[in-house]
């Protein structure tokens, strides 16, 4: 339906309104990762979109199928679009909208394709390619006095967040205490919910819950046993008969109870066996992930800074490598495509901590299952100790006259044996309450002091916030200085100001200022810019490089003051000496733009629209 090469530096998409000009930035929104469900009747009869993107990590072509539900996922293919419309499927990776439990989710992937650091906000919500286009895609739709792409659900910590994210406000020091303060608060969480289980199992058993009265309690019950036993082998030894049905039948059940012991403790020991071996190999694995994640890293560095090297001889049969074009692989003859080598480096690394993240989940479960199979076992190895002290007792001797003596004592030893049995799974619940405990205060101290460590980290980053608030004011109020003054409703601009949280802009610290519909768009469209200006004269900005305008003359605005900002943006970003791109749609296109290179595609029509059917 629409095929189009884009450039660096400005794109326009121009035509009448209603041709389809807004379609295709909301597919370019929906292409890089936006979630949207709600869609125009011809562009909802496409099946997918498709992007190449450049990025710092090499060429990357992204696929997202359009429907009516929220939260699609994003195929990814690490190299460009020629190859990927005539790979195989399983060359593309799928990946999920939201964060799973094993693996990537799609903005992850992408975030670590740009160089974002993979960020939180507040909960445990991450922050999304929904969430940071929300601010690089200026549309039609949103009120004019926002910031940010309108969203139900909103929460002003997550647009602080992505705001601050952007405008390179904290490094990866402070998102990787976010993101452990978060993975920390779920241990957390999870430490308290099962120590409330523990202790509501516990409470079952009355008051006396604790290890010491429940091991005092063992230790009686141990004497009276060993008492009635004793009486037990007097009354044995004084037996003058063979054995009777009474004794016959003791020593048939102490067999039994021995034999089913016995078997128990074979089989927890042959599982702590397994696991040991699993645990140990798991451990030599995660190891040689780390380290070939620390070599990748420096082969990287190597390569950076040797460049491509060229063999004399093949490496596996010796023989002399002809000479090659140099725009191809001198090795294996294949041609070079630009990205194409860093976006395969970036497809090999992301598996790799894929196996990493995947192992480490792994070996905690095992450990986990560990512990309880220790815990099982010390339960077993009691019950065979009594089976085989009762079986001991019930081979010395013979019955007599005396039976019913006998058989009544080893009742009494049996429901001790019960009492005891019970009491070392209680002692197990107390001790494992004692674990969860120490684990819920030594997780609460971990979050007190991480929590310390982001509130100084903030207190150091005011000075790069003041930094990069300042530039942003600076360029968005030269912007505006540069609107046409016959058209201009702001009056003399003094500075500034804007909160991310709050989603609003000022002049002058007046939020109202402009006096017309049009005159927003106009602060709002310099805003935008003025970040992605200030990003260009700053390398700590983490801001992509990128913004999208779809309401240029939005509001009623005359056509010359949107010929004017459209000038503005193309002497800008002409002088600007970093790459970036700059995708903005107009109805209304500056004459000398019409017909250039600037243009993407053709001048739509409602006759002749964006998409063809």
Same mark, same amino acid.
């Given at each position: 339906?629409?095929?189009?090469?884009?450039?660096?530096?400005?794109?326009?998409?121009?035509?009448?309104?209603?041709?389809?000009?807004?379609?295709?930035?909301?597919?370019?929104?929906?292409?890089?990762?936006?979630?949207?469900?709600?869609?125009?009747?011809?562009?909802?009869?496409?099946?997918?979109?498709?992007?190449?993107?450049?990025?710092?990590?090499?060429?990357?072509?992204?696929?997202?199928?359009?429907?009516?539900?929220?939260?699609?996922?994003?195929?990814?293919?690490?190299?460009?679009?020629?190859?990927?419309?005539?790979?195989?499927?399983?060359?593309?990776?799928?990946?999920?909208?939201?964060?799973?439990?094993?693996?990537?989710?799609?903005?992850?992937?992408?975030?670590?394709?740009? #160089?974002?650091?993979?960020?939180?906000?507040?909960?445990?919500?991450?922050?999304?390619?929904?969430?940071?286009?929300?601010?690089?895609?200026?549309?039609?739709?949103?009120?004019?006095?926002?910031?940010?792409?309108?969203?139900?659900?909103?929460?002003?910590?997550?647009?602080?967040?992505?705001?601050?994210?952007?405008?390179?406000?904290?490094?990866?020091?402070?998102?990787?205490?976010?993101?452990?303060?978060?993975?920390?608060?779920?241990?957390?969480?999870?430490?308290?919910?099962?120590?409330?289980?523990?202790?509501?199992?516990?409470?079952?058993? #009355?008051?006396?819950?604790?290890?010491?009265?429940?091991?005092?309690?063992?230790?009686?019950?141990?004497?009276?046993?060993?008492?009635?036993?004793?009486?037990?082998?007097?009354?044995?030894?004084?037996?003058?008969?063979?054995?009777?049905?009474?004794?016959?039948?003791?020593?048939?059940?102490?067999?039994?109870?021995?034999?089913?012991?016995?078997?128990?403790?074979?089989?927890?020991?042959?599982?702590?066996?397994?696991?040991?071996?699993?645990?140990?190999?798991?451990?030599?694995?995660?190891?040689?992930?780390?380290?070939?994640?620390?070599?990748?890293?420096?082969?990287?560095?190597?390569?950076?800074?040797?460049?491509?090297?060229?063999?004399?001889?093949?490496?596996?049969?010796?023989?002399?490598?002809?000479?090659?074009?140099?725009?191809?692989?001198?090795?294996?003859?294949?041609?070079?495509?630009?990205?194409?080598?860093?976006?395969?480096?970036?497809?090999?690394?992301?598996?790799?901590?894929?196996?990493?993240?995947?192992?480490?989940?792994?070996?905690?479960?095992?450990?986990?299952?560990?512990?309880?199979?220790?815990?099982?076992?010390?339960?077993?190895?009691?019950?065979?100790?009594?089976?085989?002290?009762?079986?001991?007792?019930?081979?010395?001797?013979?019955?007599?006259?005396?039976?019913?003596?006998?058989?009544?004592?080893?009742?009494?030893?049996?429901?001790?044996?019960?009492?005891?049995?019970?009491?070392?799974?209680?002692?197990?619940?107390?001790?494992?309450?004692?674990?969860?405990?120490?684990?819920?205060?030594?997780?609460?101290?971990?979050?007190?002091?991480?929590?310390?460590?982001?509130?100084?980290?903030?207190?150091?980053?005011?000075?790069?916030?003041?930094?990069?608030?300042?530039?942003?004011?600076?360029?968005?109020?030269?912007?505006?200085?540069?609107?046409?003054?016959?058209?201009?409703?702001?009056?003399?601009?003094?500075?500034?100001?804007?909160?991310?949280?709050?989603?609003?802009?000022?002049?002058?610290?007046?939020?109202?200022?402009?006096?017309?519909?049009?005159?927003?768009?106009?602060?709002?469209?310099?805003?935008?810019?003025?970040?992605?200006?200030?990003?260009?004269?700053?390398?700590?900005?983490?801001?992509?490089?990128?913004?999208?305008?779809?309401?240029?003359?939005?509001?009623?605005?005359?056509?010359?003051?949107?010929?004017?900002?459209?000038?503005?943006?193309?002497?800008?970003?002409?002088?600007?000496?970093?790459?970036?791109?700059?995708?903005?749609?107009?109805?209304?296109?500056?004459?000398?733009?019409?017909?250039?290179?600037?243009?993407?595609?053709?001048?739509?029509?409602?006759?002749?629209?964006?998409?063809?059917?």
């Amino acid at each position: 339906m629409y095929d189009e090469l884009f450039h660096h530096g400005v794109n326009i998409i121009h035509g009448s309104n209603g041709s389809g000009k807004s379609s295709l930035a909301d597919f370019i929104f929906f292409g890089l990762g936006g979630d949207l469900k709600e869609w125009k009747p011809v562009a909802g009869r496409a099946e997918a979109v498709v992007l190449q993107i450049a990025t710092p990590a090499g060429i990357l072509t992204t696929r997202r199928h359009v429907s009516e539900s929220a939260g699609r996922p994003m195929d990814i293919y690490f190299g460009a679009m020629e190859d990927a419309l005539s790979a195989p499927e399983d060359r593309w990776q799928q990946l999920a909208y939201r964060r799973p439990d094993h693996g990537y989710s799609f903005s992850q992937v992408l975030f670590r394709a740009i #160089g974002l650091p993979d960020a939180v906000s507040d909960g445990s919500s991450n922050i999304t390619m929904h969430q940071l286009l929300r601010l690089l895609y200026v549309d039609q739709m949103t009120p004019v006095q926002r910031i940010f792409r309108v969203e139900n659900f909103d929460t002003w910590q997550t647009k602080q967040a992505v705001g601050e994210l952007l405008a390179g406000i904290g490094g990866y020091e402070l998102y990787d205490r976010q993101i452990e303060l978060r993975e920390t608060t779920k241990d957390y969480d999870a430490a308290v919910t099962r120590f409330r289980s523990l202790v509501s199992v516990a409470a079952g058993y #009355g008051e006396n819950i604790l290890s010491e009265h429940i091991t005092q309690a063992i230790a009686n019950l141990s004497s009276e046993r060993t008492r009635l036993l004793a009486d037990i082998g007097r009354l044995v030894e004084d037996a003058e008969a063979q054995p009777g049905e009474d004794v016959k039948s003791i020593r048939r059940e102490a067999v039994r109870e021995f034999n089913l012991a016995r078997r128990e403790v074979n089989r927890w020991e042959t599982k702590l066996e397994t696991l040991g071996f699993e645990i140990e190999d798991a451990d030599s694995f995660l190891l040689h992930v780390q380290q070939s994640l620390r070599e990748f890293d420096d082969a990287a560095g190597t390569f950076f800074a040797l460049g491509h090297l060229e063999f004399a001889f093949c490496p596996s049969c010796f023989t002399p490598v002809a000479p090659r074009e140099s725009e191809r692989c001198h090795l294996c003859d294949a041609p070079h495509q630009d990205g194409a080598e860093d976006s395969r480096v970036l497809a090999v690394k992301l598996d790799l901590q894929m196996q990493l993240r995947e192992s480490i989940a792994l070996q905690g479960a095992r450990k986990q299952e560990k512990a309880t199979a220790i815990s099982s076992l010390r339960v077993a190895r009691v019950q065979l100790r009594r089976a085989a002290a009762t079986i001991e007792l019930a081979r010395s001797g013979g019955a007599t006259h005396r039976e019913a003596a006998v058989s009544e004592l080893s009742r009494k030893v049996g429901f001790i044996d019960s009492e005891l049995e019970s009491l070392q799974r209680r002692l197990e619940i107390a001790k494992q309450i004692q674990d969860a405990s120490d684990a819920k205060e030594d997780l609460n101290t971990k979050i007190t002091r991480l929590k310390d460590q982001i509130a100084a980290i903030s207190r150091q980053q005011g000075a790069r916030k003041q930094i990069a608030y300042s530039a942003i004011s600076t360029q968005t109020k030269s912007l505006l200085d540069e609107d046409l003054e016959e058209h201009s409703d702001f009056g003399e601009v003094s500075h500034v100001t804007f909160e991310f949280s709050g989603d609003w802009i000022a002049i002058n610290n007046e939020k109202n200022r402009a006096g017309s519909a049009s005159g927003m768009v106009i602060l709002k469209n310099s805003f935008a810019a003025g970040m992605l200006f200030a990003s260009l004269n700053d390398n700590k900005f983490t801001l992509p490089r990128w913004m999208l305008f779809d309401n240029i003359e939005d509001k009623g605005m005359v056509e010359e003051r949107s010929w004017n900002f459209q000038r503005i943006l193309v002497k800008r970003s002409a002088a600007a000496k970093t790459d970036h791109q700059i995708i903005f749609t107009t109805s209304r296109i500056a004459p000398e733009f019409e017909g250039s290179a600037l243009v993407v595609g053709r001048k739509y029509t409602r006759a002749a629209p964006s998409l063809a059917i």
